[in-house]
């Protein structure tokens, strides 16, 4: 599967953005999802994940409650909606997916900036 991360942008401290990540090459309900970040000079780091049929997700105690993942099966698509965002949230976000949802995702995309300003 062949994953390609978008939304990404500059925004002010307590804003939203919301992230997308279009999936193509396979079937997209046959894998978990996820998404990362890599804050800069810092490794990567998990975000959120969400199951195959989008009704079981999980998310990093950094983000929960601030942000949500969502999937849409019928158009291949998965998001990140992001709220109150916080200059410590400024990271390249990358979705990745997996046959078996488990650590280490298999299939990255390339990663879409997010910068938040205090």
């Known amino acids: 599967v062949q994953l390609q991360a978008s939304g990404g942008g500059l925004v002010q401290a307590g804003q939203s953005l919301r992230l997308s990540c279009a999936a193509s090459g396979d079937t997209f309900s046959n894998y978990a999802m996820a998404w990362f970040r890599q804050p800069p000079g810092n490794e990567r780091e998990f975000v959120a994940s969400i199951n195959y049929v989008g009704d079981n997700t999980f998310y990093s105690q950094y983000v929960k409650g601030r942000f949500t993942i969502s999937r849409d099966n019928s158009k291949n698509m998965l998001y990140l909606q992001m709220n109150k965002l916080e200059p410590e949230d400024t990271a390249v976000y990358f979705c990745?997916?997996?046959?078996?949802?488990?650590?280490?995702?298999?299939?990255w995309g390339q990663g879409t900036l997010v910068t938040v300003s205090s």
């Open positions: 990745a997916a997996d046959r078996n949802g488990r650590h280490p995702f298999q299939y």
